[in-house]
């Protein structure tokens, strides 16, 4: 059964870098069939996706966000990670790691972890 | 802002038939699949529709979703009080070398 679980900081000051990392267990992240998702949501809103990665790092990137987002994949602790840089308050948000399907021939995200709240606060 | 456009919120009594409109563009709902998501407040979100039309295992058959030109829509059919959350679509953009979006999500009360 697929499990995915977020750590990290939870409080990050301003004009710094936040950093998760996601862990993933019961499914490979080596996989072809599968990129692996950031998706965040600020406290009242909705949903933004932040950005994917694929087994080999090849990304894809939320155009919003594209300048201050790095994600990584490390495929012998299967895992992959995000940074977040130059943050404000305007990024306090939950953050979710995500699997998104890709064999069904577009992008879809078919799997949540349960989240974890990064505050952007001195 | 987001490019897949919803109506914020959408209410019934229970037994009523909700349906939750998606609106987009050629370069995302009108070249992709589109999936909805369920999200009870303080809860991760979690997949009630995928591909269009498709239901995960354990999602009841009250729910269904389709998908026509540049729009899709949920339909919750025999509304109970547990289907009270937010409810997303989302589907990929070919826009912008590809990204996905969700909708601005809309609210359902059961009244």
Redesign the interface.
């Known amino acids: 059964q697929l499990q995915l679980q977020e750590s990290g900081p939870g409080l990050v000051k301003p004009s710094e870098t936040l950093s998760l990392t996601c862990s993933v267990s019961g499914d490979s992240i080596s996989s072809n069939r599968y990129y692996w998702?950031w998706i965040r949501q600020a406290p009242g809103k909705?949903?933004?996706?932040i950005?994917?990665i694929y087994y080999n790092g090849n990304t894809?990137?939320?155009?919003s966000l594209k300048s201050r987002v790095s994600i990584s994949v490390d495929t012998s602790t299967n895992q992959f990670s995000l940074k977040l840089t130059s943050v404000t308050a305007a990024d306090t948000a939950v953050y979710?790691c995500a699997r998104?399907a890709i064999w069904?021939g577009?992008?879809?995200?078919?799997?949540?972890?349960?989240?974890t709240l990064v505050t952007v606060s001195s | 802002q987001s490019v897949l456009t919803q109506p914020p919120s959408a209410s019934g009594t229970p037994g009523q038939r909700v349906t939750i409109s998606c609106s987009g563009s050629n370069s995302n709902i009108g070249s992709s699949t589109v999936n909805w998501y369920q999200q009870v407040p303080g809860t991760a979100p979690k997949v009630l529709i995928y591909s269009n039309n498709q239901r995960p295992s354990g999602v009841p058959d009250r729910f269904s979703g389709s998908k026509s030109g540049t729009s899709a829509s949920l339909a919750i059919t025999g509304l109970q009080s547990e289907d009270e959350a937010d409810y997303y679509c989302a589907v990929w953009d070919d826009n912008l070398n590809g990204h996905y979006v969700f909708g601005t999500g809309t609210q359902v009360t059961v009244l």
């Open positions: 998702a909705g949903l933004e996706w950005g994917s894809y990137w939320s155009p979710y998104e069904t577009f992008h879809d995200v078919d799997h949540w972890g349960l989240g």
